[in-house]
T-cell receptor, first 115, second 113 residues
Framework: GENVEQHPSTLSVQEGDSAVIKCTYSDSASNYFPWYKQELGKGPQLIIDIRSNVGEKKDQRIAVTLNKTAKHFSLHITETQPEDSAVYFCAVPPVGGSTLGRLYFGRGTQLTVWP | ETGVTQTPRHLVMGMTNKKSLKCEQHLGHNAMYWYKQSAKKPLELMFVYSLEERVENNSVPSRFSPECPNSSHLFLHLHTLQPEDSALYLC????????????FGAGSRLTVL
């Protein structure tokens, strides 16, 4: 299956600073790259995604960039706030065959934003 | 009630008990999933149901038995579990089986003694 590596596993930033989380994947044919946010006591929630036909997508303070050549994509959070503290997961669906909601998830990044 | 609702939120059971986890989605989605979330491991897909038919069983031990009586409800029946089965069990749904956008419930935290 797809090999998804996510770094760092933990990240602490001061409120107002930027945070960047990176994921690498193994299948060059992958074409969809979502990021999920999991707050304490809740399930993961999709926050942003990107398809392979674009290199960057922004939604207010969050953005995702994709480098298909290097097979990595990153989540960027600017002007971080304490409520951004959560575990963030990248994911990649399998290519070919049956996808059926299968996503290969990274191991997650615990982001802590200090006030 | 909207979204994906899971009950119970917390469950403690012995290895000889039989219990069930319940999931209900109010989104009109046609596909439902069980994922397992263990500490220090990536989320693992367990089962996929499409229009109430199981379409994938990801090599899950038979002590986990899913049931999907209709497109809005999904159960995970548990029996003779092991301590290593302790984890957060997440239910998710999607518009259709081929969609990769998942809506997750809050999960059921299971502890096996």
């Amino acid at each position: 299956g797809e090999n998804v590596e996510q770094h760092p596993s933990t990240l602490s930033v001061q409120e107002g600073d930027s945070a960047v989380i990176k994921c690498t994947y193994s299948d060059s044919a992958s074409n969809y790259f979502p990021w999920y946010k999991q707050e304490l006591g809740k399930g993961p929630q999709l926050i942003i995604d990107i398809r392979s036909n674009v290199g960057e997508k922004k939604d207010q303070r969050i953005a995702v960039t994709l480098n298909k050549t290097a097979k990595h994509f990153s989540l960027h959070i600017t002007e971080t706030q304490p409520e951004d503290s959560a575990v963030y997961f990248c994911a990649v669906p399998p290519v070919g065959g049956s996808t059926l909601g299968r996503l290969y998830f990274g191991r997650g990044t615990q982001l802590t934003v200090w006030p | 009630e909207t979204g994906v609702t899971q009950t119970p939120r917390h469950l403690v059971m012995g290895m000889t008990n039989k219990k069930s986890l319940k999931c209900e989605q109010h989104l009109g989605h046609n596909a439902m999933y069980w994922y397992k979330q263990s500490a220090k491991k990536p989320l693992e897909l367990m089962f996929v149901y499409s229009l109430e038919e199981r379409v994938e069983n990801n090599s899950v031990p038979s002590r986990f038995s899913p049931e999907c009586p209709n497109s809005s409800h999904l159960f995970l029946h548990l029996h003779t579990l092991q301590p290593e089965d302790s984890a957060l069990y997440l239910c998710a749904s999607s518009q259709d089986p081929g969609a990769n956008v998942l809506t997750f419930g809050a999960g059921s935290r299971l502890t096996v003694l």
